[in-house]
């Protein structure tokens, strides 16, 4: 079944934020001679000192995790968000309770599976203020490192031509793709995605590499939301999967709080968080992952797990065509890699034999829709999708419909690299 309505809606400018911070860093880093010299000149050095002070924001209480991470409970009012151009005058409050669906995923559990655990021990953050990861250095590198993803998510397309051919961009592209689309097209009003997704720590990811998985949902080449898990090595080696969402509005794109844009409100669930991973052979460890538009106001809600713990959201008012609704969506795994270095393991990092045991997978992937003055949740087995892979010599996907109550549609992707 396929869904359309006529909408028009109204262009807004670029957050002046986004670009400062995305500007400045692009003028003076370049992560290749970073690597080269291993050091930063005094002038870059100062200048991130500078950004820093920008975007950490004066602490209530201060979390520390047995990861080593830094979680500074920001007051509401007071997160990086506001610093927006477009939020200065919002009426947003930390009690905020959006209007949504009450059509969700059946999460009948597998018995070899169980919720990956997610929240700050000791109950998070005090009412009013929301846990925001302490921003380093090396954060704002890694970030610069990535702003080319915007025009790489956008060179593969909604094209249908490419929908089952394996295209080598390897040599063009740093970024690699085994995924389910929802091919972009003005008939499609798509108003959420979710799905139960595996939790994956593939093994030698260095750290000028990511691999990690999403639902994403976008409007044409300008905006697109995504949430999911992605393992981003520091320094220090640690592949630990972590929490992550991502928008992007015309020519750049932001992760987490890096930027002005997602709007904290749960105390206890950081954007950055680690997350539980599945062993090869069991166990395995899942999460469910929600993108959601509030239909009252036009926001969009990322929520989490069985309970659909609301995390946060993007305002509307941040966006040009995602101000309407969404055209398109993807569901899959994505790699990145630096200049002149094989791609590094998707998923558990086996090609998938749909072994449920072994390999990555979603399950119970959903879109959701407005029908008749109420917000349904559809099985992808409902609308048109295709299998995207860039490169089926390192990774591909399988897609399987009507897979029953606990499985729905099935997503099952991954490969070795290379």
Not at 44 to 60: H, S, V
Not at 334 to 350: C, E, K, R, V, W
Not at 358 to 363: L, P, V
């Amino acid at each position: 079944m396929y869904f359309y309505f006529a909408s028009n809606f109204n262009t807004i400018v670029m957050s002046n934020q986004i670009l400062q911070i995305v500007v400045a860093i692009s003028l003076l880093l370049s992560y290749a001679k970073i690597e080269a010299r291993q050091s930063l000149s005094e002038v870059e050095d100062l200048e991130l000192e500078r950004q820093l002070k920008l975007i950490n924001k004066p602490a209530i209480k201060t979390i520390k995790t047995n990861d080593g991470d830094i979680y500074d409970c920001i007051d509401f009012y007071k997160q990086p968000t506001f610093d927006h151009p477009l939020l200065q005058n919002h009426d947003f409050h930390s009690e905020m309770k959006p209007t949504l669906s009450k059509s969700r995923i059946d999460a009948k559990a597998l018995s070899f599976e169980k919720p990956s655990k997610i929240g700050l021990k000791g109950g998070g953050c005090p009412s009013g203020t929301v846990p925001i990861k302490r921003v380093t250095k090396e954060d704002l590198i890694r970030h610069q490192h990535m702003q080319d993803m915007k025009k790489n998510l956008n060179d593969h397309g909604n094209n249908i031509t490419n929908s089952k051919a394996s295209i080598s961009l390897d040599e063009i592209h740093p970024f690699q793709y085994a995924e389910t689309e929802i091919p972009g097209a003005d008939i499609n009003v798509l108003r959420g995605a979710g799905m139960i997704t595996t939790i994956h720590a593939p093994m030698n990811v260095q750290k000028d590499q990511f691999s990690g998985a999403r639902v994403r949902l976008e409007n044409g080449l300008s905006d697109a939301i995504e949430v999911g898990w992605i393992v981003h090595p520091t320094l220090n080696g640690d592949n630990t999967p972590r929490l992550y969402a991502r928008f992007e509005v015309g020519s750049a794109g932001c992760f987490n709080t890096l930027c002005s844009g997602f709007v904290l409100v749960n105390t206890d669930i950081p954007l950055g968080m680690p997350l539980v991973p599945s062993r090869i052979g069991g166990p395995i460890n899942s999460q469910i992952m929600y993108l959601e538009q509030d239909v009252a106001n036009g926001n969009w809600w990322v929520m989490l797990g069985e309970d659909y713990k609301q995390v946060g959201f993007w305002p509307k008012s941040i966006f040009t065509t995602l101000q309407a609704y969404a055209t398109g969506a993807k569901y899959g795994g994505i790699t990145y890699s630096a200049q002149g270095l094989q791609f590094p393991p998707m998923g558990s990092g086996l090609f998938p034999k749909k072994n449920l045991l072994e390999n990555a997978y979603f399950r119970k992937c959903t879109f959701l829709c407005y029908v008749n003055d109420e917000m349904v949740t559809y099985s992808l087995d409902h609308i048109g999708t295709y299998p995207f892979q860039s490169n089926t010599t390192i990774y591909t996907v399988q897609d399987f419909i009507e897979q029953g109550d606990v499985l729905g549609h099935l997503i099952v992707y991954g490969g070795p690299g290379g």
